[in-house]
């Protein structure tokens, strides 16, 4: 039993560690807590079904389409709220990125209906028994497109120059347009990933979480596996989404299942108490 | 002189026959020669809106027959609809407005549980006539309060133990495992169940918990498996439910399953995709508004037609029928209530509904002190090609075993 536990919680896990990487990727390039992005990662999803029962297109093509459309969404929160928003507090940013969020969730509602669509499965859910284990296809892509997405991203961060133009300007804006970075266009680009990464993160857990306007709430747990990871460290959010499915999914099995929330919370204050930077970040120096 | 005090006395008649006029209007406010003023409440954002825009649709749609119709004994409906945006405070307010300011004839809603429960010391403070038709929690009608009405959806409490006696008489369950939503609506529903059981003189195999926003269920489901139950019992929301019923057949669980009404959604089975045949919930409907029969073909029609924007969603669903039915209920009490309309009238009309059915939901059946007006259900299965069937059996509230 505890083998099969751990191999279905690992697809909790990489549901958070998808959306943590998002909200790593944004704060590591904006320097922003996009509380909205649990929606936007609903929107995602919403997007396909829109292409495919509005305009049309058949499944595939309407993927295409949404991770477009996401792009551009993307671009148009950058535009419309980033750019007049650059030299306002830090909180007046978090609170547009929650406005962002909840407009997003309640034109779904409005559009789409308040009831749950069907979505479906990019592979089989029918389990496959591997040695006793039940393991199910459609489960295990979510790990798989997890890793790659990372590897990905921390190649791009870490290796080239683009990537590393983009931590410098969220280091230091100034510095890096001093030194030639167009700071505007990196920010762009951030918004422009984060969004397209959102609704990949949508379209792969619409069929697993049900997909309805409150779908974004899974967020919060991805917010937590992004605090255990440090918040600024890309390998950090998938460990910490990993850890956090486990930690739930042993809490459920041996302590109680309706304290599991209460658990991954209490680790989250317990972490922002005890180690601020998380299980990976290191600790940032603020020279004033 | 004397024409002044002539005029003095005809005013002081006039404003005296005034004055009578409205005082016997007290029991009969937003009543016109040619109106009568309703108020409906709902939520129309937020979380709940699933509920309160099947409400307004429904009543909607009612209404605007019966005026096409001549109306109800020469009056034209007038309602005004409020949002109390899923938010019980927003909804006392709104109940409020309608009662106080607005001063509408009768209310009709909330729908849902969370601001109907927060509304009880409200109902109870006012006389307004209050007509409830979508959410199911106990606490509005048990105990009963004189001016509360509901009907269509049977109370969660009813239906935990309509539940339990379906799975004993009709699936034969001899282990029966229970998997419950954390929150007040999993508990109501969930105690029932697991107390008729218990009077039943049956044990339970394996009681589970989740809470609302889990995704993953295998701890549950594992431990469920390892009592090997032949019937489970999922009493949650329909996101959680369909996550349960695809988990459990992932992790090769055999036991039927047996929904609550909030699995009642015409989509539901596609949502939980092909574990979903084979599973079975209860369902506060006489026909499935998808259905080939005459009543909801005519109205699964006239509702497409009138809100296209609604049929794009999927809709007529659960919530939109129910709504319909609560209304033509009303409806038909208001036109027993006679021309010479009350709030106590109203009230009695209701109290005088036997058996009433609009051939969509369920029988209404009122009564001096009974204000709970469906004691009924249906069940409905799953097919394997994911269409809905509705079984034979109609299961009870109170009345022992199912027939």
Redesign the interface.
């Known amino acids: 039993?505890l083998a099969?536990?751990l191999v279905?919680?690992l697809?909790?896990g990489a549901?958070y560690a998808l959306i943590a990487l998002g909200f790593v990727l944004l704060h590591n390039g904006t320097g922003v807590v996009h509380f909205g992005y649990g929606d936007q990662v609903t929107f995602g999803a919403y997007l396909v079904l829109i292409a495919q029962?509005?305009v049309g297109v058949p499944f595939s093509a309407a993927i295409m389409m949404a991770l477009l459309a996401s792009m551009a969404l993307g671009a148009a929160i950058y535009a419309v709220f980033m750019v007049p928003l650059r030299n306002a507090s830090l909180l007046a940013r978090l609170i547009a990125t929650l406005a962002i969020g909840t407009a997003l969730r309640?034109w779904l509602?409005?559009f789409?209906?308040?009831?749950?669509?069907?979505f479906p499965?990019l592979l089989s859910?029918?389990?496959v028994e591997v040695g006793g284990l039940?393991l199910?296809p459609a489960n295990l892509a979510i790990i798989g497109v997890v890793l790659v997405i990372l590897a990905g991203l921390y190649l791009f961060f870490e290796k080239t120059l683009q990537g590393k133009a983009i931590l410098a300007a969220c280091e230091n804006r100034t510095g890096a347009s001093l030194i030639g970075v167009r700071v505007s266009r990196v920010f762009l680009v951030i918004w422009v990933v984060a969004s397209l990464l959102a609704t990949v993160a949508g379209i792969l857990v619409a069929?697993?979480?049900?997909l309805?306007p409150?779908m974004g709430?899974?967020a919060?747990?991805g917010f937590t596996a992004a605090v255990l990871g440090g918040f600024s460290s890309l390998p950090g959010a998938v460990v910490g989404g990993l850890l956090l499915?486990v930690l739930?999914?042993l809490t459920?099995?041996y302590i109680?299942?309706?304290l599991?929330?209460m658990i991954s919370y209490a680790i989250l204050i317990a972490v922002i108490l005890v180690r601020p930077q998380g299980l990976f970040g290191g600790l940032a120096l603020k020279k004033v | 002189m004397h024409r002044i005090m002539k005029t003095a006395v005809f005013g002081l008649c006039l404003t005296a026959m005034v004055g009578l006029a409205d005082a016997a209007r007290a029991d009969a406010p937003g009543v016109t020669d040619k109106a009568i003023k309703i108020g409906v409440l709902g939520s129309l954002t937020g979380p709940f809106a699933i509920f309160g825009t099947g409400n307004l649709a429904g009543a909607t749609l009612a209404f605007e027959e019966a005026n096409t119709a001549g109306g109800i004994n020469g009056r034209q409906i007038e309602w005004i609809s409020l949002d109390d945006e899923s938010s019980p405070p927003k909804g006392i307010a709104a109940y409020k407005r309608l009662t106080e300011q607005e001063k509408v004839f009768a209310v009709f809603g909330p729908a849902a549980s969370a601001v109907g429960q927060a509304l009880v010391p409200t109902f109870k403070a006012s006389k307004t006539p209050t007509f409830i038709s979508v959410f199911s929690t106990p606490v509005v009608t048990e105990p009963p309060i004189p001016n509360v009405f509901r009907t269509g959806p049977m109370n969660d409490r009813q239906q935990g133990t309509a539940i339990a006696d379906y799975v004993i008489d009709h699936l034969k369950g001899q282990k029966i495992a229970l998997i419950r939503q954390s929150d007040e609506y999993g508990k109501r529903g969930a105690d029932s169940v697991v107390a008729r059981i218990k009077a039943r003189g049956h044990k339970l195999a394996a009681e589970e918990t989740f809470n609302l926003t889990d995704t993953d269920f295998s701890a549950q489901l594992s431990r469920i498996a390892q009592a090997t139950p032949d019937v489970l019992v999922v009493y949650g929301y329909p996101n959680p439910s369909a996550i349960i019923t695809r988990q459990a057949s992932q992790l090769g669980l055999k036991a039927t399953i047996m929904g609550a009404n909030s699995a009642g959604s015409r989509r539901y089975p596609e949502i939980v995709g092909e574990a979903a045949a084979g599973t079975q919930n209860i369902i506060t409907l006489e026909v499935l508004p998808e259905s080939d029969d005459p009543a909801a073909k005519k109205f699964h029609a006239a509702f497409e037609k009138r809100f296209p924007d609604l049929a794009r969603q999927g809709r007529p669903d659960l919530g939109d029928v129910l709504g319909y039915g609560g209304a033509l209920t009303f409806l038909e009490a208001l036109k027993r209530a006679g021309k010479d309309l009350t709030q106590e009238k109203l009230i009695a009309a209701l109290e005088s509904l036997d058996n009433y059915a609009t051939g969509l939901s369920l029988p209404t059946t009122f009564g001096p002190n009974i204000r709970e007006g469906n004691q009924s259900a249906r069940v409905v299965e799953i097919q394997k090609d994911l269409s809905r069937k509705m079984l034979p059996v109609v299961v009870r509230a109170s009345e022992g075993a199912a027939k």
């Open positions: 039993m099969q536990l279905s919680s697809t909790a549901v029962n509005f309640e509602r409005a789409m209906g308040p009831n749950a669509w069907p499965f859910p029918a389990p039940m199910v069929p697993l979480l049900t309805s409150d709430l899974i919060i747990k499915g739930e999914a459920g099995a109680s299942t309706a599991k929330d």
